[in-house]
């Protein structure tokens, strides 16, 4: 009994970790972006990078930005897509909270209709800190 209870353990264990990091991008994207939507003027949502000519795939990215809002003052457009090697999502999301707890970040972007530039198409959004 004290076998198969380890092992039922240890799979659940497995299968957390496994599934942890697209529960915690998928919580990120639904969730934890929220708050920072209104105070710097953005929604997010399913955006469709032009690949090539033939090639169109949605990703998660920047669907509206505010005319005079904070990320469009930051240089933000529509159709821009937040890019980590580990997380895009991750890191945009990291760099808005340390902003709004007042410290200077960064994250990267490429817009939907610059994708097939590769990594040229790569821009820095710098965040100054906010005060509350």
């Known amino acids: 009994l004290a ?10 264990a497995v299968a957390g970790i496994v ?3 697209a529960v915690n991008v998928r919580y990120i994207q639904d969730y934890g972006l929220k708050p920072f939507e209104a105070r710097y003027g953005f929604r997010t949502g399913a955006v469709a990078p032009i690949l ?12 509206w ?17 937040p890019f980590d090697y580990h997380g895009g999502v991750i890191a945009m999301y990291e760099a808005l909270r340390r902003a709004s707890s007042g ?3 960064a994250f ?12 040229s198409a790569l821009r820095w959004v710098n965040l100054p800190p906010l005060t509350k």
Do not use: K
């Open 108 to 119: 990267q972007v490429y817009n939907s209709n610059d994708a097939h530039l590769g990594h």
């Open 3 to 12: 076998i198969m209870v380890v092992g039922l353990v240890v799979v659940i």
């Open 52 to 63: 090539s000519a033939s090639q169109v795939e949605s990703t998660w990215g920047v669907v």
């Open 65 to 81: 930005v505010e005319p005079n809002g904070l990320f469009a003052q930051l240089g933000v457009r529509t159709g821009d897509i």
């Open 19 to 21: 599934a942890y990091p």
């Open 103 to 105: 410290e200077a970040s």
